[in-house]
């Protein structure tokens, strides 16, 4: 697993970390990010680890990768954050 600051926006070494080496990360999304909605994935509201999760996406990049994105606000301060990590 790998998280790493969120300016590294290279998709393609993310596609690659995961499919020839099995390397997972977690990332946060830039605001500028070119990242489209492609689906939308059910958030399970009565499943308590869900609680603070806003929304839960599939998104395309412009290297036509697919990433999960999840919104999230941290219940303890209310800050929203969102994440991108690899389906």
């Known amino acids: 697993m790998l998280i790493w600051d969120k300016a590294c926006i290279n998709h393609r070494h993310w596609h690659k970390l995961k499919h020839t080496h099995g390397i997972y990360f977690v990332t ?5 990010s070119a990242a489209d909605i492609c689906s939308v994935n059910q958030v399970d509201r009565a499943d308590p680890r869900n609680e603070s999760v806003i929304s839960d996406h599939l998104v395309g990049t412009p290297g036509a990768m697919l990433l999960r994105r999840i919104v999230y606000s941290n219940p303890v301060d209310g800050v929203t954050y969102t994440y991108l990590t690899p389906i």
């Open 28 to 32: 946060l999304q830039k605001k500028n």
